[in-house]
């Protein structure tokens, strides 16, 4: 067993939008006055949008919420639902949370009411312009068999793929260039992707949360269903989305963590970069996140432009030094609200977390090695 550095950070400490948090347990199981909001989240129903309206939480909060209604509320008017959701929401979301909630709302307002974007045609998606042919013909295939032909897996659970044509790596590289321009020349100050980067900047912030939200929906989750059944990837349902930038008066490598993410797509836009390896130590449940790592379980992979990682956010891993050059990385973090409601009744994640499975073996073989010595023992007798 191998560790890496002091330990792994974890999801917790990284910072992430408030807006894009999945639901916590006390929203989905509070009895209001006259109506119950359900346990489980109603599938079937495909909610509202509140993108348009001026409220006090995000748009995403309410469209996740609604799911959760009583089945009599669900034909009501947009208004009505937005009133009783309100007023849930106000309960129990704690007052920090909300005025960080509403500060953020407003951060956004202000750069989206200031910002002009360059390329207009990257804010809403275009797959034949975006992806390659390829995986456009496995999305649309979209079976085991056809992802599988189009990706590589070098090591358990890290799936590697072509993703977007060249010509929309440059297009997004400029667009943040561009962002990164206005946001010194307005002396903006803008929040960082997370606490561990100086530099990059969150997409969602300036207009793209649409276009990933679509991608997450129409090319990620529908991946994930297939790759990652067991940590919620059929039920992606909220992201955050950013950029990493590393070099020359950028940030140097990434300590070793976890993501606050079920599944994570990071994909290298470019430029021209040496060093910036990513290492991968094992799928770590909460408990297990800072044990050591198995041998199997140690791979390290370099980044290419224009491709994909694709892995469990629970995949512990960092990125090496970039030594030369210039590397900026698309990240997506996917959440599943369900998986995570889910997770908290359960202990045992030997689906997915190598050290879970471990115990487990061990568990099997002793049990085996002693009912071996008890029959050994009656055999005697
Ligand atoms: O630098 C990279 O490619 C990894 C970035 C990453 O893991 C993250 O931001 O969560
Ligand atoms: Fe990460």
Redesign the pocket.
């Known amino acids: 067993m191998s560790g890496e550095g002091n330990g792994v950070v974890t999801g917790g400490d990284r910072r992430h939008s408030p807006e894009t948090r999945p639901m916590t347990s006390s929203t989905v199981t509070v009895a209001t006055s006259q109506q119950r909001l359900r346990l489980n989240p109603n599938k079937d129903h495909k909610p509202e949008s509140y993108e348009d309206l001026e409220l006090e939480f995000s748009p995403a909060i309410f469209s996740s919420l609604e799911r959760y209604l009583p089945p009599s509320m669900l034909g009501v008017e947009r208004n009505e639902k937005v009133k009783f959701m309100r007023e849930i929401l106000v309960k129990y979301l704690p007052l920090g949370e909300r005025n960080r909630s509403q500060r953020h709302r407003e951060y956004r307002q202000k750069i989206m009411s200031n910002y002009q974007p360059l390329h207009r045609e990257i804010y809403t998606i275009h797959p034949s312009t975006f992806f390659t042919p390829a995986f456009l013909k496995a999305i649309g295939d979209n079976s085991e068999e056809g992802y599988r032909s189009i990706m590589s897996e070098p090591s358990p659970g890290i799936f590697t793929f072509e993703i977007f044509q060249p010509r929309f790596c440059e297009l997004l590289l400029s667009e943040v260039e561009n962002f990164e321009k206005w946001v010194t020349e307005a002396k903006f100050r803008i929040m960082r992707?997370?606490t561990m980067?100086k530099f990059g900047a969150v997409l969602d912030d300036f207009g793209l949360e649409i276009m990933l939200e679509k991608l997450m929906e129409n090319f990620v989750r529908p991946i994930s269903k297939v790759l990652f059944p067991e940590v919620g990837g059929s039920t992606l349902d909220s992201h955050h989305g950013f950029v990493?930038e590393?070099g020359k008066d950028r940030d140097v490598d990434?300590a070793f963590?976890v993501?606050d993410s079920e599944v994570?797509l990071?994909v290298c836009l470019g430029k021209q970069f040496s060093g910036?390896e990513?290492f991968f130590r094992g799928v770590r449940c909460d408990k297990h996140v800072n044990t050591g790592s198995h041998q199997e379980e140690i791979f390290d992979y370099c980044?290419e432009p224009g491709r994909a990682v694709l892995h469990r956010g629970r995949h512990r891993?960092g990125?090496r030094a970039t030594t030369s050059g210039h590397r900026i990385?698309l990240?997506l973090w996917c959440r599943s609200s369900v998986f995570r409601e889910m997770k908290k009744y359960q202990k045992d994640f030997s689906s997915w977390c190598g050290e879970c499975l471990h115990d487990k073996k061990d568990r099997q073989l002793q049990s085996i090695a002693s009912t071996r010595s008890e029959l050994l023992r009656k055999e005697g007798e």
Do not use: M, Q
Request: avoid cysteine.
């Open positions: 992707p997370n980067n990493v590393y990434l963590h993501d994570t990071n910036g990513l980044h891993h990125a990385n990240l």
